[in-house]
């Protein structure tokens, strides 16, 4: 069976430069005619192989695609799939200590090579989580704790309009529900302004409320803008509140030396969200988490049972269930490294470099092409643009520009997406997938500019 599954999983891998960059996802029919109830004997594993690989994969985006800069790519690097395979096969139990202590060390190391990188101090601990969303839950339950105890409705959380959605949702699943919650405007270049932040800290304390975090964005999704994060800082230090940063996207372009200053203050963080299944290009499900006193996270989590190992082991060893909510657990860290072991940071920090060398390449090109207005220029591997052309009303511009993206996708070589920031519509395109290089950029600035010729004389004309 295994050989089976990798000899499909290898032909699918190989054919990936010839797989359409959008599958057809009007799938609806397909989803009820899928609907069963559960068999009551078994059958061949060949004939689901069938059905995986042929009728139901490729009816999705192809996010493992070279041509994939919609959302945010990562594109799956294959060891981590055999780790899983073994962490799975194996099955052992990583949520104590006791259970598994070399394979949690394992996990310990992998975590501790993300904290060095991202220049947090030795006492900084974190957890693997299965993505951003949940690392930014775990870190606003740490700050809660540290700041407002029990007295969680006086608390209030500060992040930019910008910022991903997760945020709010991770803020009420931690208890601060949405009127506690601040959406600070955001400048001409999509960044939190810091005097805004002021007087909303300021307003609150007023009337009475307790500030207690603010979530920054290092690399927003929709236009990629990282917050003033050393400016962050500053203001949490004085004010006694936590800084946590949602660095999902663009937090491993602390990598680069060329973008330190540009991710200045990343590393005075109380907290910072990593998604591996982005910057490090591992396949979905691998979040992370970072904080930097990591007493706050083990003290948010600390727990124990008559039934369980005795505790305490020795101090200075890593107990996942200590750092996080979850007890029983699969093994999260040996994905990430196997993959580190396997390929070397060198290889990591690489990638990520050519990444954003290939989205400066592909913003010139974009911005020279007939119509385009930069509306967010590369601040990591992201940029933001519209369509525009003489006499252009606004919504035309935001229906082009939708046109845009989605012809540009249904040329099939490679998959784009927009959003809406500051009241219209952006295409966008975010370099991330480990399989992206020069050939797939040559295809989208091409199709981008294809789609215009199609679309801008028929606007115009309406
Ligand atoms: C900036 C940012 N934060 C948080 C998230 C949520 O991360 P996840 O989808 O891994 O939960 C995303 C996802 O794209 C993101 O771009």
């Not at 979530?215 to 509140?241: H, I, K, Y």
């Not at 706050?296 to 200075?316: F, S, W």
Request: hydrophobic share 45%; with cysteine.
């Amino acid at each position: 069976m295994a050989s089976d599954v990798a000899a499909r999983c290898i032909d699918h891998l190989a054919s990936v430069d010839r797989q359409p960059s959008c599958g057809d996802v009007d799938a609806a029919a397909l989803c009820r005619a899928l609907r069963e109830p559960a068999p009551e004997h078994g059958v061949a594993l060949e004939p689901l192989l069938d059905s995986l690989f042929r009728d139901w994969i490729p009816r999705s985006f192809t996010t493992i695609g070279p041509g994939y800069f919609a959302y945010i790519p990562g594109g799956g690097i294959y060891p981590a799939a055999l780790a899983d395979f073994i962490a799975d096969t194996t099955n052992r139990y990583t949520g104590v200590w006791q259970a598994a202590p070399a394979l949690v060390q394992l996990e310990a190391n992998a975590l501790d090579w993300l904290r060095a990188w991202m220049g947090f101090p030795p006492e900084a601990r974190g957890l693997f989580t299965t993505g951003g969303s949940m690392a930014t839950f775990n870190a606003i339950v740490c700050a809660r704790e540290r700041h407002l105890g029990a007295e969680i409705r006086r608390g209030v959380l500060y992040t930019s309009d910008q910022a991903h959605h997760s945020v709010l949702k991770s803020a009420k699943l931690a208890g601060i529900m949405p009127d506690r919650v601040r959406a600070i405007e955001s400048d001409d270049r999509f960044r939190l302004r810091i005097d805004v932040l002021r007087e909303a800290i300021a307003a609150d304390r007023r009337s009475g409320l307790t500030p207690c975090a603010v979530v920054s964005t290092a690399g927003t999704t929709n236009t990629g803008a990282v917050d003033p994060l050393d400016q962050v800082a500053d203001v949490c230090d004085g004010e006694g509140m936590w800084h946590h940063i949602d660095g999902a996207y663009g937090a491993f372009f602390y990598l680069c030396d060329d973008l330190r200053d540009t991710l200045r203050g990343l590393p005075r963080a109380d907290s910072l969200t990593l998604d591996p299944h982005k910057g490090m290009f591992l396949p979905y499900g691998t979040g992370a988490l970072l904080v930097r006193d990591g007493a706050a996270l083990r003290a948010a989590h600390e727990a124990t049972a008559a039934y369980l190992p005795a505790m305490p082991h020795p101090e200075d060893f890593y107990d996942p269930s200590q750092h996080g909510p979850e007890l029983s657990r699969g093994f999260p860290g040996l994905r990430v490294w196997l993959s580190v072991k396997l390929f070397g940071a060198a290889a990591f920090r690489g990638a990520i470099a050519e990444k954003r060398a290939l989205t400066l390449d592909a913003a010139r090109s974009v911005a020279s092409l007939p119509g385009i207005v930069m509306d967010a220029a590369p601040e990591l591997s992201l940029f933001a643009f519209h369509l525009t052309w003489p006499g252009a009303t606004r919504s035309e511009e935001d229906a082009a520009t939708q046109a845009l993206m989605e012809k540009t996708t249904a040329l099939g070589r490679v998959m784009v997406t927009g959003c809406t920031a500051h009241g219209r519509f952006l295409g966008r395109v975010c370099v991330l997938s480990f399989r992206t290089h020069q050939r797939e950029i040559d295809a989208l600035v091409e199709d981008l500019a294809a789609s215009i010729q199609d679309i801008v004389p028929k606007a115009a004309l309406r």
